[in-house]
Each structure stands twice: as C-alpha cells, then as structure tokens.
C-alpha cells in the first residue's frame, strides 16, 4: 500500500515567489494536516483539513493556505515567500481527526 | 497552551548500553503521545504510538511509557546498536487536530 507521497521532494524559490506542495494522503484517510520544520527544530502545525474543511490552524502568516480536494489530496500555498520560510514541510494524513497520523518524507524548500 | 519539552537536546552512548529519552507536557488532556525517530534530512518514521488510556507500548528493543497525570513520557531502548543515530522526537496530540512536537533527543551510538 502507498504511503503518504509528496510532491515534490526538493525546490528552490527565490525571495518574493510563490510556492505550491502537494499531498497525497494514504488511500481511505479523509484527514490530512500540514507542518513545517526548520533546522534544528521539531515540526510546526499550520493547518489541518477534515472532509475538506479546515479543522485547526497553527500560528502561521495569511500568506500561508491550503485546500483539501474531494479526492482528499491537499496543496499547501505559500505567497511572498521570505528566507525564513525554508524548512522541511511536512504532510501527514489520519483515517479521522486524532487518530494516528502519518507521515509523509516531506518537501525540502530552500528559499534564496 | 501545550508545550512539549525534550531532555536532553543531544546524547551519545556507546554501543550496547540501555538507554532512557524523555519527553515533558505540560498539560494532561491529550489524545495520544507519540514518539518518532528522523534521520538527517528525512521524513518521520512512527516508533511507538501511545493512546491516552494506555501506559506503555513495546515494540522489539523499543518500550514507551506514559504518564498523563506527571506530564511524563520516557522511550526506553536496549543494547543500543549504531544504527539507532538518528533524531528522536515526542509528539503529543494536544486536540482532535493537532499534534505539538518536542524539538527531539540527537542521539548518537559509538560502535
């Protein structure tokens, strides 16, 4: 059975771009989340979508979105990107809310 | 607000030793504990999951305990073996939507 797959696994975006991740979450999981993780640091929330409706939202900048598909794939959006803004970001999808969660290996985005 | 603290930040041991990670919350209204293991540049790789009216999860050399009441959660490893280097994180499932990490344990194992 496929993983949590994302794509893609590496980019580089210069300052001021924007950027589009997707996830495709393990097939029958209606819930996927998304979190970014700088160096040296555990992982962040930003969002969570449940039956494509946003369940929770981390403490992250509007210029970070997302949207969950009725295939309930997702796309992390983020505008105006900034150096800060170059991390690991992770995708990880559940069967339901608070159910265990799985990891996909994540889109290394370096921002220069 | 949940917070997730990891102790210590860094540890190396020689190979064959047991071994003790520990990870803090600060509140006790969770859904799980979960403990994770990433090697350098990689994704999450699931260690053990705990669920909150569990105690403790065993999977081979790997043993996690929880205790909600303290705040506590401890991964025990036995006869470390160098293939065990990597980054450990705690992960706690502080709400049905989100889950809050410890910045993890850097372990190294010198053969």
């Known amino acids: 059975d496929a993983g949590v797959t994302q794509s893609p696994t590496h980019l580089i975006k210069t300052r001021g771009q924007h950027v589009t991740l997707r996830c495709s979450p393990i097939s029958g999981h209606k819930s996927v989340s998304w979190y970014q993780q700088v160096l040296g640091q555990g992982p962040q929330f930003i969002f969570q979508?449940?039956?494509?409706?946003?369940?929770g939202r981390g403490n992250f900048p509007d210029r970070f979105s997302a949207r969950q598909f009725p295939n309930y794939s997702s796309e992390l959006n983020v505008n105006a990107l900034l150096l800060g803004d170059s991390a690991l970001y992770l995708c990880?999808?559940?069967?339901?809310?608070?159910?265990?969660?799985?990891f996909g290996q994540g889109t290394r985005l370096t921002v220069v | 607000k949940q917070e997730v603290t990891q102790i210590p930040a860094a540890l190396s041991v020689p190979e064959g030793e047991n071994l003790v990670l520990n990870c803090s919350f600060t509140?006790?209204?969770?859904?799980?504990l979960q403990w994770f293991r990433q090697d350098p540049g990689k994704g999450l790789t699931s260690l053990l999951l705990?669920?909150?009216?569990?105690r403790e999860q065993t999977s081979g050399r790997l043993n996690a305990s929880l205790d909600k009441s303290s705040g506590r959660s401890t991964l025990y490893i036995a006869a470390s073996q160098p293939g065990d280097s990597a980054t450990y994180l705690c992960a706690v499932y502080s709400s049905a939507s989100k889950i809050i990490f410890g910045s993890g344990t850097r372990l190294s194992i010198r053969p």
């Open positions: 979508y449940y039956e494509k409706e946003e369940r």
């Open positions: 705990i669920q909150s009216s569990q």
């Open positions: 509140d006790s209204a969770i859904y799980n």
């Open positions: 990880a999808s559940s069967l339901e809310s608070a159910l265990e969660a799985f």
